[in-house]
């Protein structure tokens, strides 16, 4: 395989000294490494008990192709000293972080990820172009938190009946809307709702972990997204009067409110793309649609937030402050601020930054803003602004959230998904997964539409027509549930992406989840139902490969068994060649792995009453070739039995 790289740097990120190695072409797979630094990194162990992380997708491209989303390993990537790696199940990408309590720059050397290049249907020979994206984030842990300040917020979440009563999420169970004793509800307003439920189980609610976007989206961000779009999906995620083959030079908004983004190279309608580039590549991206966020989202492996989340993300789990502001006080800075070194990476307030109130970037009311963000600044700032200026001392000045997350209140608006309409209510979390359909919209199921609906504004930004300083509140909902799609000055956005949790019996990826790793994150699934009885096949024939008893085993000794032994209907040919649950990669358990699947026989469920089922592991005894290991399911014991004995199948695969 032959590789190019193209570096790209994100905020504080940078990426260094790109390379390809490893490549083993029998399975199909090799390493991209990389160094990684960025700055203002932490990890703690008090509260609030969390760290900063990087979250890192590639996207590879063979020969003068499009741009492809990769499929990463769920293990074996090569962490240097003093980091971790955290692979989600799904591939779409890693998460980078400190292995141990501390604060300042992160520098991380010869960071090895595995590419599962084979799944992608790439070929060992090809030619490829690569490119390593990274974007910070910020884990915000699991635990229960309150909605509502007990404030006067307009239509604020609050405890049935009395508007100040904090409501608190313990769990992520359903939780019941509506006007008896203790439920959730909220005031009725133009932009806060139907005020109906449930809110389901299956919507992210913040009680579980998940990991944040640090800052907003920025607009160096944006660039790099667009410029691994088709000219078809460049030409939908921009304004329809700057066509990607307009001329080189042309700003995509107009170039008016510190939107900077323009085309570097024009496009040949509907052949090539574009190539953008933008002078604020740290100014946050305000100007984008809720389809354009959404986009972005999906094709970086991401989801939107939903509006309980935002409240967690925000105010953590300690008590709410009436009326606060993301950085947990009432009170704002309201002198106009000024701004040094204009669009660049070390951009700051000047001029009547507070020291003793929470700073944030807003415009009060009026058509060209007031304060703090007055004519002179007249747009976002730059992300992280506020935490980067001489004569912040803390949370407050820097304008951060409980965990550390920077412009909840302010500079652009937040896009989370509401629980104020059935059709966010609807949302169940589900991850981008790297692609856009043809015409550049994100296709990922559950989320709401290109039309918006479902999706709200939170936390106010720096401008909006006639909008109070009261909408950057933690806990106001004035447009918590208003369907917007348009382009505006102010709407800009991130995401985040869960923590999987699993647990045994959780129904996940086919099946039901009947054994976790020491890591928490990898293990087991069972299929939800028996197949056919069936004999372990081949008596008489000693498999090689076939007798691993541990668990991690099971899969090659299928394979090994499919592969030698041609009899029809064996169980390790029902399991290997089935397809469920939109998955085909199930297998015969090992010996080890049946006896997890007994252990948890009862989350499990549908097992027969007859007691006997196979493993895939050929016993030792008698030399191999006439027996392999059983499992009695009534009373749990493991028996070497014969071959030619027909017993119950349950396929299995791993997470």
């Not at 995509?252 to 002078?279: C, F, M």
């Not at 609906?453 to 806990?475: E, M, Q």
């Amino acid at each position: 395989m032959l590789m190019g790289s193209t570096l790209l740097n994100a905020n504080n990120i940078t990426i260094s000294n790109l390379s390809h190695t490893g490549q083993n072409t029998t399975n199909h797979y090799s390493f991209v490494k990389f160094d990684i630094s960025w700055d203002n990194s932490w990890r703690t162990s008090s509260a609030p008990n969390n760290w900063d992380a990087v979250w890192i997708f590639i996207k590879y491209k063979v020969s003068g192709g499009t741009w492809r989303h990769s499929s990463l390993n769920t293990t074996g990537h090569l962490a240097p000293s003093g980091s971790t790696i955290s692979a989600p199940s799904d591939g779409m990408g890693v998460f980078i972080y400190r292995a141990a309590n501390g604060t300042g720059t992160n520098t991380f050397s010869n960071v090895q990820i595995r590419w599962n290049y084979g799944a992608n249907g790439v070929a060992d020979d090809a030619i490829v172009d690569i490119r390593v994206f990274a974007i910070e984030m910020v884990y915000v842990p699991e635990g229960a938190f309150s909605l509502g300040s007990g404030g006067t917020e307009t239509s604020a979440f609050y405890k049935y009946p009395t508007t100040t009563n904090i409501y608190y999420v313990n769990s992520e169970a359903e939780i019941t809307v509506g006007t008896a004793t203790d439920n959730l509800y909220y005031t009725s307003s133009s932009g806060g709702g139907d005020q109906a439920g449930p809110v389901p189980i299956n919507f992210p609610k913040g009680y579980n972990a998940f990991y944040c976007m640090k800052y907003e989206i920025s607009q160096q961000e944006y660039v790099d997204f667009l410029n691994s779009l088709t000219y078809t999906q460049q030409a939908t995620r921009t304004l329809s009067s700057v066509p990607p083959n307009s001329p080189a030079g042309t700003y995509i908004n107009g170039g008016d409110y510190r939107h900077k983004i323009k085309i570097s190279t024009s496009g040949v309608a509907s052949t090539t793309p574009a190539i953008y580039e933008t002078d604020y590549p740290y100014v946050a991206n305000s100007t984008l649609s809720w389809a354009d966020l959404a986009a972005f989202l999906d094709w970086s492996g991401l989801r939107p937030m939903t509006e309980l989340e935002f409240e967690k993300a925000c105010r953590g789990t300690i008590t709410a402050v009436a009326n606060e502001y993301a950085w947990g006080t009432a009170g704002i800075a309201s002198t106009a601020y000024t701004i040094s070194n204009s669009g660049a990476n070390n951009e700051v307030i000047s001029a009547n930054y507070s020291t003793t109130l929470g700073n944030g970037a807003y415009s009060g009311s009026g058509s060209d803003g007031t304060t703090p963000i007055n004519s002179s600044v007249n747009g976002p700032v730059r992300v992280g602004i506020f935490a980067g200026t001489s004569g912040n001392n803390g949370r407050v000045t820097a304008g951060a959230t409980y965990y550390g997350i920077l412009e909840m209140s302010g500079n652009t608006v937040e896009r989370p998904v509401t629980i104020g309409n059935a059709t966010g209510r609807a949302f169940t979390g589900t991850h981008g997964n790297g692609a856009l359909n043809a015409t550049g919209d994100a296709d990922a199921s559950s989320w709401p539409g290109v039309d918006a609906t479902g999706a709200g504004l939170r936390g106010g930004g720096w401008y909006w027509l006639d909008a109070p300083v009261d909408w950057l509140k933690v806990s106001d909902r004035s447009v918590g549930a208003y369907t917007f799609s348009p382009h505006d000055f102010a709407p800009g956005g991130r995401g985040v992406r869960g923590v999987f949790t699993p647990y045994i019996g959780q129904s996940y990826c086919g099946g039901i989840i009947f054994y976790i790793d020491g890591t928490g994150q990898h293990g087991l699934i069972a299929a939800t139902s028996n197949l056919s009885t069936a004999q372990w096949g081949c008596q008489g024939t000693l498999i090689a490969g076939a007798a691993g008893t541990a668990i991690g085993t099971g899969n090659q000794n299928t394979m090994a068994i499919m592969a030698v032994c041609s009899t029809a209907g064996i169980a390790a040919r029902l399991c290997g060649d089935l397809v469920s649950g939109g998955y085909s990669d199930w297998y015969l358990p090992s010996k080890d792995e049946l006896n997890q699947l007994y252990i948890n026989k009862a989350a499990v469920g549908i097992f027969a009453t007859d007691r006997h089922y196979t493993s895939s592991s050929q016993s030792g005894e008698a030399g191999g070739y006439n027996f392999a290991w059983r499992q009695d399911f009534i009373d749990g014991t493991p028996w070497s039995y014969w071959k030619s004995v027909v017993h119950h199948v349950r396929a299995i695969r791993s997470f």
